[in-house]
């Protein structure tokens, strides 16, 4: 299965995060910052994209409850995703999380 990045449609924002785990509290710090900063940014519609399943599922989830260990920050970035004009919350696959960068020209 070929498994790419994809850009965004158009007047859309994407959010990659990295679902690798990174301490406490690790990746979902990441998107928080990320959500926040696009929200700064003033972009209306945002496709917040995750490799790690987990993740997604937190964020889709209706019932995380702030005595979940990560409970505080699940709960500010679906606040704050609420004031975006559209969502998308998705996996995709460790490959499909980032975009690579076309080779360069060789400096002649």
Same mark, same amino acid.
């Given at each position: ?36 900063? @696009?929200?700064? $940014? %003033?972009?209306?519609?945002? /496709?917040?994209? *995750?490799? &790690? +399943?987990? @993740?997604?599922? $937190? %964020?889709?989830?209706?019932? /995380?409850?702030? *005595?979940? &260990? +990560? ?38």
């Amino acid at each position: 299965m070929w498994v790419k990045w994809n850009p965004p449609g158009e007047d859309w924002w994407k959010l990659n995060s990295n679902g690798a785990y990174a301490g406490n509290p690790g990746p979902m710090a990441a998107a928080a910052l990320g959500i926040k900063l @696009a929200k700064d $940014l %003033l972009c209306n519609k945002i /496709v917040v994209e *995750s490799d &790690s +399943l987990i @993740a997604v599922k $937190l %964020l889709t989830d209706d019932n /995380v409850s702030f *005595s979940h &260990s +990560l409970g505080v920050l699940i709960n500010f970035c679906k606040s704050t995703l609420r004031d975006f004009t559209a969502v998308k919350i998705q996996h995709t696959l460790k490959e499909g999380n980032y975009c690579k960068t076309p080779p360069r020209a060789p400096l002649i």
